[in-house]
DNA sequence: GGTGGCATGTATCGACGATACCGCAAGGCT
DNA sequence: AGCCTTGCGGTATCGTCGATACATGCCACC
């Protein structure tokens, strides 16, 4: 949200309603935009048409999104914030493995359950910063943190989220893209369970969680390695050893 | 391809070199509308612009592929036939699993040197019957029934096929949205070994745990730690970032 | 040499995204 | 209290888009 405008700290008596009025306009706006999306398609979403539905002269959209690409992004925001909100997710999962796969089922649920929105929003590459959509992505990533810390992970961080997303992707726009009977839920599992074989160890790398359990395991482990030099690997043993020792 | 026109058949005499300039011209608008769609984009590519680039009349452009959707459906058809002509496919291979990554990184290798076309293809839904397209299916279901002659098949021969796709799908589409300095190459051998994985029956090779996912997990389990300074952290940090990614 | 049919070329239509311009209502200043 | 500035809402309009009607002219055929 941007700051304040001067008008808006200028008149700062009638502000708050203003500022509301504006913003249930805006609500309006996209919610005759969602409307028209999905009842008619994503031709049918065009500036007047998004007016007359909405109740408001053309140049407002302009005026309250600056461009049409600017409604179309808030359009997808507000239908992405609206399903992450419907959803809630488990703050202390047991099975971070089974977590994932939640995850990765509720991604693929929000395509499956808009499929004019997620094409909207995942069709052509660019856009990427949107408060839902880091919004999401945050808990993605807590959740690769937790299959990271138990020792799940088999790849990098960055590049787990990036299968992930590529997975979920793949599964939604193929689905979407199969005439109904031909769509089989088979499809999905399958790609959920590659995913999860590409993303995650059988066992995890650890056996005891916690950062002693990790240090343990790491210099256990270590030996073979020769990426750091024995210099480093020296003094990376005697750390090893107290976190080792601190739990 | 329709059948010969009335107006072909009944001036037979020189209906190979009008038929010829036709598709003659033809192929010069596809051409144009290629050039515009890799230079400048998607929106580019209007039929005025279209028309001028390829040398002729804007209603032309109608005559010869009746709608803007039946100009893209020629784009599409054109370069994925002629990415096709440019491969040739092994015949008999020797290793069928081998032969199956290989024509995933060709579906994949497609995308990647063609984007806009690929996103013009494969963004939106829809469209599946053009004689270049069904041609690729044929290459790639002759793979997938060698796949099973050989009893290499997890799945069924259809399944297969999706499954295919979407990971291709996932990969080149997730892989244009990232930044170009993001894009890591083992996303794409990942998400193809997860393929081969789910398609066949070969099990992947059993990776020891090594020193990389302890690292890892020391990495994602330590901010709670307090045993080392903060200048030790930050060099065990770097450390573990060096172990994590050489796995 | 007509004659009919079809491709070519011009002009134009309705709709789209986007914006300039005008009136007006609401504080601020003197 | 009255004037004035400031910014918002409403009307009209612009340039471009996809698509098409209509006139023109070319060419084979009789």
New binding site residues.
């Given amino acids: 949200m941007p700051p304040r405008?001067?008008?808006e700290d200028?008149?700062a008596?009638?502000s708050d309603t203003a500022a509301a009025g504006?913003e249930q306009t805006r609500q309006r706006v996209i919610e005759a935009a969602i409307g028209l999306l999905e009842r008619e398609g994503r031709d049918a979403?065009?500036?007047?048409?998004v007016a007359v539905a909405a109740g408001?002269?053309?140049?407002?959209i302009?005026?309250l999104f600056g461009?049409?690409?600017g409604l179309l992004e808030a359009v997808a925001e507000y239908g992405f914030a609206a399903f992450l909100a419907a959803k809630h997710v488990d703050p202390d999962p047991q099975d971070p493995v089974e977590d994932l796969k939640a995850g990765w089922d509720l991604a693929v649920e929000f395509g499956l359950a808009n499929p004019a929105l997620y094409t909207l929003m995942y069709s052509e590459p660019g856009n990427a910063t949107s408060a839902a959509f880091t919004a999401g992505m945050e808990i993605l990533m807590g959740r690769i943190r937790r299959l990271a810390a138990g020792g799940w992970l088999r790849v990098d961080e960055q590049l787990a989220a990036t299968l992930i997303h590529a997975t979920a992707r793949g599964a939604v726009l193929t689905w979407l893209s199969l005439p109904e009977d031909e769509r089989n839920p088979a499809l999905l599992t399958a790609l959920r369970t590659a995913m999860v074989t590409a993303v995650t160890n059988q066992q995890p790398a650890v056996r005891d969680a916690g950062p002693a359990g990790a240090a343990r395991a790491l210099r256990a482990a270590l030996p073979e390695q020769t990426t750091l030099s024995s210099a480093e690997q020296h003094l990376l043993r005697e750390w090893l050893d107290r976190l080792a020792a601190d739990g």
């Avoid at 979403?45 to 048409?49: I, M, S």
């Avoid at 408001?56 to 407002?60: K, L, R």
């Fill in positions: 405008s001067p008008a200028r008149a008596a009638d504006r979403v065009t500036t007047r048409a408001v002269q053309a140049p407002a302009y005026r461009d049409k690409n």
